[in-house]
């Protein structure tokens, strides 16, 4: 059975997994026994081959998928950003879609600030009444991010959040999320699959996932020095 409970604020890391296991109805499993502990707000980064559970255990965390055993200890607002834009953003406009994900007791006034402010945050300001349908897949992305903070989520998972978008976009994308993430006020912490070795420059820590256990945090540098001989430069999706 899961046990999910929030951090005492200031008390415990963004971040906790303890023992998660999960089976999929094939009888595959997935993840046994994972631990995981992000120690600090930053951006952190996991990396692994096709397989090795690191996907499924973002979907755990948001609770897209049920565990059948473990712990994990995560602040309340925990968005999740998907690989394409364009399974998430629902609603025609960049404002509407950001309004689905506001608090309900924001008064109007409150709500209008609060859209204006996220898509600030990530360089679509003035954006609100644009078409969703109008936008580049960079600028796609941004806004699922500012739905997320929009939401007022402490922790960002992202899930491949670059690997459809060109390379400027891709660089734009991570330059925000770490922007973000070193930003003094609000303190996020963002967890972030990636296949893209030379991502790995702008996180705090990386760790390796692989048959559905995670390893120890470690440097990116080091992590990508050690994956770049065996996988000619790339680490699987």
Known sequence: MLTQAEPPSGAEPPLTVERLC??????RTALKNCQLAIPRPGLWMLVGSNG??????LRLIIGLLEPSGGLIRRPERTALVFQN?????LLPSCGSDLQLGLPWDLSPGERSERVEQA????????MASRPIHTLSGGQK?????????ASGAQLLLLDEPTALLDPDSQRGVLELIHGLCTAPEPR???LWITHRLEELAACDGAALVEQGHAGPWQSGASLRRRLSPLQGGKAGG
């Open 22 to 27: 999960f089976t999929w109805p094939n009888g």
């Open 52 to 57: 090795s559970g690191k996907s499924t255990l």
């Open 85 to 89: 834009p364009d399974h998430q953003l």
């Open 119 to 126: 898509l600030e945050q990530v360089g679509l300001a003035g």
């Open 141 to 149: 992305q941004r806004l699922a991010i500012a739905g997320a903070l």
């Open 188 to 190: 996020l912490t963002a």
